[in-house]
């Protein structure tokens, strides 16, 4: 049991920062301190069946996906109780401030605007790889593609997104 | 050689890897280590109580089957010899001439009235079913001294084939045997190996 809690702490310090990075790009919010919580309050109760196949890095991250869908759906769930709007619910709304990321750039935020509103496969491989500089192995294990899909799917994101950016800079 | 596409795609990539790092304090970092090294040791507590409390659980779990299985089958097991898996040698040893089921008598046996151990006595024994409960098969009498579990083939297995002389069923079957010892004896009954019934007699001698 002590062993599981240094691990839990080894682990929290050695990834939370870039696990907090990673849900503000993914959900669009500034406010996911309890989101990164949440991550690793689900790590322990995992941890039993935690079987080492992946490296704890990729399972955190697969696991902040998870907790960043669900919140996603939340937010959208609270949304549609306000006003009646149709869209994608996977699509997260950005509710940041272009100085809560630090976008002192103009070109940043379009950037960034362009990345939110593509489909989720692309957003969560530009995010992974892109944006965190995870390699094609570790985005391959987050998201359970092999990893010629994860390339594949890289370079169309990267398409999509030179597209929709050039659509906003105009 | 790469084309203008994969020449943007670099830039873009560059401008992706330039995106900062939002702001994620060590207080708030802290904050949240701190939050979840004590849910670790609340749910350590919890387990420590949580594995004794399943052990005592399985344990009054097991006594409960114990129980159920006592108030279900030991009476089964400890009922007086009237089942056909019962040893002869237990049971109730009270003195009975007949032998009854669902208060109807099945049979009855009247031994000579000077029955003693050492010499050979008559008895008649009356069948009261109809005739075609005994009709075809072969019935034997053993005789079991309650004292010392000896075991005696007072009639070996005799097909039946007819009823008694004079009668619808087998309502006198006589047959002649010495026991060696005094004491209560049961005589039990079989048809075709399967314990039809028993009687208990007490023989006198010196």
């Known amino acids: 049991m002590e062993t599981d809690k240094n691990k839990i702490s080894e682990w929290f310090y050695m990834y939370s920062t870039d696990i907090y ?121 987050i998201l359970g593609w092999n990893e010629n899909k994860v390339r594949i799917t890289f370079h169309r994101a990267l398409k999509a997104l030179q597209k929709v950016k050039g659509r906003l800079s105009q | 050689m790469k084309n203008q596409n994969d020449h943007n795609f670099d830039e873009l990539i560059d401008e992706l890897g330039s995106l900062p790092d939002p702001d994620y304090t060590k207080q708030a970092q802290d904050n949240i280590h701190h939050n979840l090294m004590h849910d670790m040791d609340k749910k350590n507590k919890d387990n420590k109580w949580k594995l004794p409390v399943k052990k005592i659980g399985l344990g009054m779990v097991g006594l409960l089957a114990v129980l159920l299985f006592s108030i279900l089958y030991l009476p089964y097991f400890q009922q007086p010899f009237s089942g056909e898996n019962e040893s002869p040698t237990e049971g109730d040893w009270e003195v009975s001439t007949e032998y009854t089921e669902d208060d109807k008598v099945l049979f009855d046996v009247s031994p000579d009235p000077n029955l003693t151990s050492g010499k050979p006595f008559g008895y008649t024994f009356s069948f009261k079913e109809q005739f075609e409960t005994y009709e075809g098969k072969e019935l034997a009498v053993y005789a079991y001294h309650k004292t010392s579990g000896e075991k005696i083939t007072a009639v070996q297995p005799t097909l039946i084939s007819e009823p008694s002389p004079g009668y619808q069923t087998l309502e006198r079957f006589t047959a002649t045997f010495d026991l060696p010892s005094k004491g209560l004896w049961r005589y039990v009954v079989e048809l075709d190996g399967i314990r039809y019934g028993d009687v208990v007699l007490q023989v006198g001698g010196d």
């Not at chain 1, 630090?102 to 379009?110: A, N, T």
Request: net charge negative; aromatic share 10%; with cysteine.
């Open chain 1, 21 to 141: 990075h990673y849900l503000i790009y993914f959900t669009g919010s500034h406010d996911v301190e309890d989101l990164v919580q949440e991550v690793f309050y689900r790590a322990i109760k995992g941890l039993d069946s935690y079987d080492g196949r992946a490296v704890p890095k990729t399972w955190l991250f697969g696991i902040a996906r998870h907790v960043g869908i669900d919140e996603i759906r939340k937010q959208k769930r609270l949304h549609l109780k306000h006003t009646l709007s149709f869209g994608n619910e996977d699509e997260p709304k950005l509710d940041m401030t272009p100085e809560d990321l630090c976008l002192i750039s103009e070109k940043q935020e379009i950037l960034y605007k362009a990345i939110l509103s593509l489909k989720k496969n692309y957003r969560d491989v530009l995010i992974l790889r892109g944006i965190k500089d995870l390699t094609v192995t570790e985005v391959s294990d």
